[in-house]
């Protein structure tokens, strides 16, 4: 099986624009949940999203959104970059998202912001 | 509230010996998963090891296996024979199931950089 892709990998841009990441899952799971990595904060949850639902939400702004199509694929938003947006942005995807189910991950979106 | 905390932020290890990374939990809920996840310069998280609350044994996967003790609320992972290879960061997380009853997102620690030296 194909593992959970990530697209693009590496991003840059600058303040006040916006940007669409993209996340496929492993074929078959219908989870998705995305987390952000900053040096500082470490590895924070943003949304979970499950049969094109918002399951779960963290503690983010409203700037970062995100959906689920029918087929599991998700986006995920971010509007008016700020340079503390500046992270690598980690998509998981599990089976139907229990809590004792093994989330699997994407290798990543390294977005810059300028 | 929910944490995991990993206390090592740095450890080093000769090639070939065993290694322990240390990782405490602490919830209320009875039903939590237990993970282990390493992630290299890549980035990339990588999934190792998986403990769920109810299970008695601790798990092992290949080289990994993860000393579970519940009343300490510890899941500590041991690295055997540790590779070149094994240099990375490495997370312990947990999932639990939120208070409103739907399914929790994962609570990552802090993570622990491993060095193995040749």
């Known amino acids: 099986k194909a593992g959970v892709t990530q697209t693009p990998r590496y991003l840059i841009k600058t303040r006040g624009q916006q940007v669409t990441l993209s996340c496929s899952p492993i074929s078959g799971h219908r989870s998705v949940s995305w987390y952000q990595q900053t040096p500082g904060q470490g590895l924070q949850f943003l949304f979970e999203?499950?049969?094109?639902?918002?399951?779960n939400k963290g503690n983010f702004p409203g700037r970062f959104s995100g959906r689920q199509f029918s087929n599991s694929r998700s986006e995920m938003n971010v509007s008016t970059l700020e340079l503390g947006d500046s992270a690598l942005y980690l998509c998981?995807?599990?089976?139907?998202?229990?809590?004792?189910?093994?989330?699997?991950f994407g290798p990543g979106t390294r977005l810059l912001v300028l | 509230a929910q944490k995991i905390t990993q206390t090592q932020p740095g450890m080093f290890v000769q090639e070939k010996e065993a290694v322990t990374l240390d990782c405490t939990y602490d919830t209320s809920d009875p039903s939590y998963g237990l993970f282990w996840y390493k992630q290299p310069s890549s980035g990339e998280m990588i999934f190792l090891i998986y403990q769920g609350s109810y299970d008695q044994q601790n798990a092992t996967e290949g080289r990994y296996s993860l000393n579970f003790q519940k009343a300490r609320k510890s899941a500590n992972l041991v690295i055997s024979a540790s590779q070149l290879g094994d240099s990375a960061m490495y997370f312990c997380?947990?999932?639990?199931?939120?208070?409103?009853?739907?399914?929790?997102?994962?609570?990552f620690g802090k993570g622990t950089k491993l060095s193995v030296k040749p």
């Open positions: 998981a995807s599990s089976v139907i998202g229990r809590n004792q189910e093994t989330q699997y």
């Open positions: 997380a947990m999932r639990v199931m939120n208070y409103g009853g739907s399914q929790g997102n994962l609570i």
């Open positions: 999203y499950f049969s094109e639902t918002q399951r």
